[in-house]
Each structure stands twice: as structure tokens, then as C-alpha cells.
């Protein structure tokens, strides 16, 4: 069964390594992944600024496309405009009739059936890992971290991380941090809140005694990057996955000398 | 539209910032339609000054850093914000009955992860709207309001806290009272999703420096991101089909209230 998936254009630059993997991980699955045709940018943080409109738009224009099917959602800021959208069309007849009319001039049609969207996270816990493990794989204690957007305010399930991670043969260290926030998008970079924040998170997972960090989005990733310090492994959930199926680092986007 | 400051003033902080400008530089860029026409006021010593709209500091020193960056007259101007900012009357908030049921018990604002950096708690925001728009001071919290939804989970009267802060973002605070986070990354961010229907995540990447030269075909963008690999050109991202709808259906978009 084939599955559309959107990618964002994070997973073009500055999520590339997350791509990877999941490309990496669908192949050696054979999942049939298919990124959605002709998908555009949902508009990130940026449509906060814009009339509201705007974002609607972009992310209908989105739906329109995947209409009636299931629509994987990588990315965890991308995954909340396009729930929110959804939620705003299903909700409100006049910006849906907008938005059909708006949608008409390129000949997409907002059908009734919207699609059905889905995180990565959840998607990937109908899978069994424990069958495709690699009998040379020794599991290294993980924590996980899901951030905001895949809890709140439109939660996805809060255990798909662990069932996944433990299957595939890493003991999952328990946080309570999970669902905390890592600063996001906070305009001023150079504050110390969002150091403090990432270091909190890191210092939590280091302190339980986990190996390393696995994370859902791109986001978060480059935060405890760049402003977790001291630095802690931190991969995505994806990565972890793909070396306990023995699939080479260099495949999923994980630096040689590492 | 308000007329803050006179020309020579604007240059003289530019100079404290570091930027070189002549005063005939910058009356050519008004004549080109780069900057905002001055107003002209007499003064009690008798000589007329030229009074220019405070936000004209920025976009100056926007022109500035894109021509270092190589980029000509003409492609800072297509680059540049094309509506000139002019006050609005504040607008309603649809949701203004809910925000009542608030009973300032501040765990928004405490369990808030980036309080720190706001000058006001949400609730307090809540407050001043509810004596009325007018009452609603100037504070940067819904620009710093990262969007995390904590503070809506745990807020034991269920107040719309985000959406409110975003309305206060977009449309119900007057211009005056405004916060322009890094509008140089806005403008490029909207100026590639306009070009070609995809962008980047710009929000996350606005403090490794982004270089962009050229436009159109010719345009070719720099990445710097933290690590050993240092500065790297990336490609612009690839263009959906139809960008001509797609164009128009954005213009749309941002016409309906
Ligand atoms: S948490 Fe809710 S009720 Fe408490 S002050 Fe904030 S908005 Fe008001
Ligand atoms: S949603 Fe905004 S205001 Fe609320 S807790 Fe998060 S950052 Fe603070």
C-alpha cells in the first residue's frame, strides 16, 4: 500500500539527515513512501505573522492534494499547521468555501474528505521492529523527547517513541521532560533561556544515564545542538531505528567520524 | 502615519551603529522610492528640518546589509516590504468573551518556558484588553510566545491563551506598539515561498547567517550552520508546477479579514 508523506522543506536543508533516514528506513521496510506531488510550504512560524488566511491557504492547497487519502506528517511543526488547518476548515464553512474557491483557479478541489494525518511517530509504531532487528545490534540505553507540537494542543500518542525505540532493542530510559519545550522559534537566539532550556533537557537525559537523546523534529534537534552544552548525543528516533536494523550510519545521515 | 525622527538624526545613529551614509545617499534613496518621503516641519529657530516615519532607521539599515551582500538598487527594492506601514484602528478579538473567565491565577505566565524574555506575563496582556483595547501597553510577549501550548494546558480556566497572543501579532495591537522580529528573514522567507512555493524554515536558522546573492535563476543562497562544516552553498529549494495560481491564490488569501 503506497503512503503519501509530506516532507517540508526542512528536509531539504537543515533536516536532511532526518529525511535520509526515513528514506533509509522506508526502503529496507519496503514501505512504499510517497511524498506528496507537487506539496508547497506550510508556512512555518512565519504564517503567524500573516493574515490568517494565508496559512490557511497554504496548508489547504496541501490537503487538497492528499484529499480522502492518509497524509504522513514528518515534521512536527509542519504536522501542527496542517492539523490546525484541518481543524479551522472543519470547523468554520466560511473559510472552507474560501478556500475551495481559492483552490479552484489551479483546479484542486477541497473535497469533503479531508485527509487523514498522521505524525511519523504514530505511523511507524504499526510497524513490528523487533522482527527486522539486526542479530548483530546491541541496544545502548535512549530517552526520548517529543517537544511541543507532538503534544499539544493536538497530542499524538505520548508512548509511540518508547514502543518503537524498546522493539527495535533500546532499553528506554523514562524522563519527565518528554513533552517539555526546547525554545523553539524564540526570536532572540542568543538568549539564555533557550540555552537553558536545551540544557535542562540534556542534563535530565545524562543524568538518568541515557546513551543519547532521540527526537521527532528538526527543530528541536538543532536546539540541543546548538545550544545544549556540554553536547549529548542527540539523533533522530529515525537514525536510532535504522542502526539497530544494521542499516549503515552513512545511509541515515550520520557523520562518518562519529 | 507618525513622522519620528529628522534625517539628521537617523544618520547620526546609523553612524553609532556603524554604518556609513552620506545625507545625499540617502535623499537618493527616497527619490528612487527605496525610503519614505520626509515631511517637511518648520522649526522655532526659523530653518525647516525633515521629519521621517521611526520605523525608516530599519529599513535603512536592511538596504545597508543587502548591499553589502552584493545585491543592486533594484533587486534590494523587490526585496524590501512593498506596504508601508500605516496605523489601523485595533481590531476585536472574536474570543474576547472567554479571555473573562480568566482568574489571574498566573500559571501562564509561570510555567511559561520563555517568560524571562517577555516584558509582560500572558495574563497581564488578558487584563489590559479587557479594560479595553486602548489600555493595552506596548510589550514584546506575543512576538516571543514560541507557540508551545503549555500555558493553555495548564491553565485551569481553559482561555484561549495562544490564540489570543497571535491576534495580538497580527492585527490587535496599533503598528506604535509593534514588535518587528528579524523582518530581513520574514522577507526572504516570503520572497522564496513567492518565487517558488517552498521556503525554508527560516525561523529556526535566523542566527547562522543566511547569504543570499542574485535572484531568480541566478540567485544562490549560503548557509552558515555551527560545526566544522563552516559556510556551505545549498541549493533554493525546487519549484512547485503551477506558481502563477499558486501567486495569485496567495494575493487572495491575504485580502480576507
Ligand atoms: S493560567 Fe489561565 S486563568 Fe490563570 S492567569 Fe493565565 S489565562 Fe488566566
Ligand atoms: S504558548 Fe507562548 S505564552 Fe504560552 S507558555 Fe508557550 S511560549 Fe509561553
Request: proline residues 9%; hydrophobic residues 35%.
Amino acid at each position: 500500500m503506497k503512503v503519501l508523506y509530506y516532507p517540508g522543506c526542512s528536509s531539504e536543508h537543515l533536516a536532511r539527515d532526518f529525511y535520509l533516514s526515513i528514506e533509509a528506513l522506508a526502503s529496507f521496510l519496503a514501505l512504499e513512501l510517497e511524498p506528496l506531488p507537487d506539496w508547497n510550504c506550510c508556512g512555518a512560524r512565519e504564517i503567524e505573522e500573516a493574515p490568517e488566511g494565508v496559512g490557511l491557504f497554504l496548508a489547504s492547497r496541501n490537503l487538497a492534494l492528499a484529499s480522502g487519502k492518509e497524509l504522513l506528517v514528518t515534521c512536527s511543526l509542519c504536522f501542527h499547521n496542517l492539523k490546525r488547518a484541518q481543524n479551522i476548515l472543519r470547523e468554520n464553512p466560511i473559510w472552507r468555501s474560501r478556500m475551495a474557491e481559492v483552490l479552484k483557479d489551479e483546479g484542486l478541489e477541497l473535497s469533503p474528505d479531508l485527509p487523514r494525518i498522521l505524525s511519523l511517530t504514530e505511523f511507524l509504531t504499526r510497524i513490528d521492529f523487533s522482527r527486522f532487528r539486526s542479530p548483530h545490534f546491541r541496544g545502548f540505553p535512549v530517552a526520548v523527547y517529543y517537544g511541543c507540537f507532538l503534544s499539544r494542543p493536538y497530542p499524538t500518542d505520548l508512548q509511540a517513541l518508547e514502543k518503537v525505540l524498546s522493539a527495535a532493542g533500546y532499553p528506554v530510559i523514562p524522563t519527565t521532560l518528554k513533552t517539555h519545550c526546547c525554545g523553539g522559534h524564540l526570536p532572540r537566539t542568543d538568549s539564555p533561556v533557550i540555552k537553558n532550556l536545551c540544557r535542562r533537557l540534556l542534563f535530565e537525559a545524562r543524568q538518568k544515564n541515557a546513551s543519547g537523546l532521540a527526537v521527532a523534529c528538526p527543530v528541536c534537534k538543532l536546539n540541543l545542538e546548538i545550544y545544549g552544552d556540554p553536547p549529548f548525543p542527540v539523533r533522530y528516533f529515525t537514525q536510532y531505528l535504522g542502526l539497530a536494523l544494521g542499516i549503515s550510519p552513512s545511509w541515515l545521515g550520520i557523520p562518518e567520524e562519529e | 502615519m507618525e513622522f519620528g525622527l529628522p534625517l539628521e538624526d537617523i544618520l547620526q545613529k546609523l553612524a553609532e551603529e556603524g554604518y556609513r551614509i552620506s545625507r545625499r545617499t540617502f535623499l537618493y534613496y527616497v527619490q528612487l522610492g527605496l525610503l519614505p518621503k520626509g515631511k517637511r516641519k518648520g522649526q522655532k529657530s526659523g530653518g525647516v528640518k525633515f521629519y521621517y516615519p521611526t520605523w525608516t532607521l530599519e529599513r535603512l539599515k536592511t538596504i545597508l546589509r543587502l548591499k553589502k551582500q552584493g545585491l543592486t538598487l533594484k533587486e534590494i527594492k523587490k526585496r524590501l516590504p512593498r506596504e508601508i506601514p500605516s496605523p489601523l484602528p485595533p481590531k476585536t478579538f472574536p474570543q474576547t468573551a472567554r479571555l473573562k473567565d480568566c482568574n489571574v491565577c498566573g500559571i501562564c505566565g509561570a510555567i511559561c518556558p520563555v517568560h524571562e524574555e517577555m516584558d509582560l506575563s500572558p495574563w497581564r496582556l488578558i487584563q489590559a484588553w479587557l479594560e479595553g483595547p486602548d489600555s493595552l501597553p506596548s510589550a514584546n510577549t506575543p512576538w516571543v510566545c514560541v507557540g508551545c501550548y503549555l500555558c493553555e494546558e495548564r491553565c485551569p480556566r481553559e482561555i484561549p491563551v495562544v490564540d489570543f497572543l497571535r491576534f495580538l501579532r497580527r492585527e490587535g495591537l496599533p503598528p506604535g506598539k509593534r514588535w518587528r522580529k528579524h523582518p530581513e528573514w520574514s522577507r526572504i522567507f516570503w520572497s522564496l515561498l513567492e518565487e517558488r512555493g517552498r521556503s525554508f524554515d527560516f525561523g529556526a536558522v535566523h542566527a547562522y547567517h543566511i547569504r543570499i546573492i542574485g535572484s531568480g535563476e541566478n540567485q544562490r543562497l549560503f548557509l552558515r550552520l555551527p560545526g566544522p562544516e563552516g559556510e556551505k552553498e545549498v541549493s533554493a529549494p525546487s519549484k512547485i508546477k503551477n506558481l502563477s495560481a499558486f501567486r495569485r491564490a496567495l494575493e487572495h488569501a491575504r485580502e480576507w479579514p
